[in-house]
């Protein structure tokens, strides 16, 4: 092989590299972890291109509620960024852990690249280990709002407080006044 030969293959294989990153790759992610209390349905695209014309048909769908949720991003979703998602509430985590008798859904993802060449994948989301997993990653809402309790349990101890003192000033004020004993 010469050396021209070389560079050609060298180049071409940079080449195809370079395009296989710039592909889109959507993925479907139950979050349970970003709402507190709540599941979101998100598509997400991890690849270096567009996704275009993104949807969702479901083999085995979620149900939320009693009710299959069947009908989320069955319509073209029209692009999504690379690195970026779009979402959808589906309701509370734990409805969603105990509506799927199965404890797995599953569908197949389309979308297409800036080429319009169509892309296929299945996936499956195991929602036993939703059962088994902490609630919440973060505590900070939980936390705020125990905190704006605060301040409606300090004004019903400083009415206890005041009302306290009322009773011993009353008390205080009908007991006979004591002379110091002399020695």
């Given at each position: 092989m010469?050396?021209?030969?070389?560079?050609?293959?060298?180049?071409?294989e940079t080449v195809?590299?370079?395009?296989?990153q710039?592909?889109?790759a959507v993925?479907?992610?139950?979050?349970?972890?970003?709402?507190?209390g709540l599941?979101?349905l998100r598509l997400?695209n991890t690849?270096g291109?567009?996704a275009r014309?993104?949807?969702?048909?479901w083999?085995?769908?979620?149900?939320?509620?009693?009710k299959?949720?069947?009908?989320?991003f069955?319509?073209?979703?029209?692009a999504?960024?690379?690195?970026?998602?779009?979402h959808?509430?589906?309701?509370?985590s734990?409805s969603?852990?105990?509506g799927?008798?199965d404890?797995?859904?599953?569908?197949?993802?389309?979308w297409?690249?800036s080429?319009?060449?169509?892309?296929?994948q299945t996936?499956?989301?195991?929602?036993?280990v939703?059962?088994?997993?902490?609630?919440?990653d973060?505590?900070e809402?939980?936390?705020?709002?125990e905190?704006?309790?605060i301040?409606?349990v300090l004004?019903?101890?400083?009415?206890?407080l005041v009302?306290?003192?009322?009773?011993?000033?009353?008390r205080?004020?009908?007991?006979?006044?004591?002379?110091p004993?002399?020695?």
């Amino acid at each position: 092989m010469t050396t021209a030969s070389i560079a050609a293959l060298v180049t071409m294989e940079t080449v195809a590299i370079h395009r296989d990153q710039m592909q889109p790759a959507v993925h479907v992610v139950l979050d349970t972890y970003s709402r507190y209390g709540l599941s979101v349905l998100r598509l997400v695209n991890t690849g270096g291109g567009v996704a275009r014309n993104v949807r969702v048909e479901w083999r085995v769908p979620l149900v939320v509620a009693g009710k299959p949720a069947d009908r989320l991003f069955c319509q073209p979703v029209p692009a999504i960024l690379p690195g970026r998602d779009t979402h959808v509430l589906v309701g509370a985590s734990h409805s969603v852990v105990t509506g799927n008798s199965d404890r797995a859904v599953s569908g197949t993802t389309f979308w297409e690249d800036s080429s319009g060449q169509q892309h296929v994948q299945t996936f499956q989301i195991d929602t036993e280990v939703l059962l088994r997993a902490l609630s919440y990653d973060n505590e900070e809402v939980r936390t705020g709002y125990e905190l704006q309790k605060i301040p409606g349990v300090l004004k019903s101890l400083k009415v206890e407080l005041v009302r306290i003192r009322q009773v011993l000033e009353e008390r205080e004020a009908a007991a006979p006044s004591r002379e110091p004993d002399s020695p």
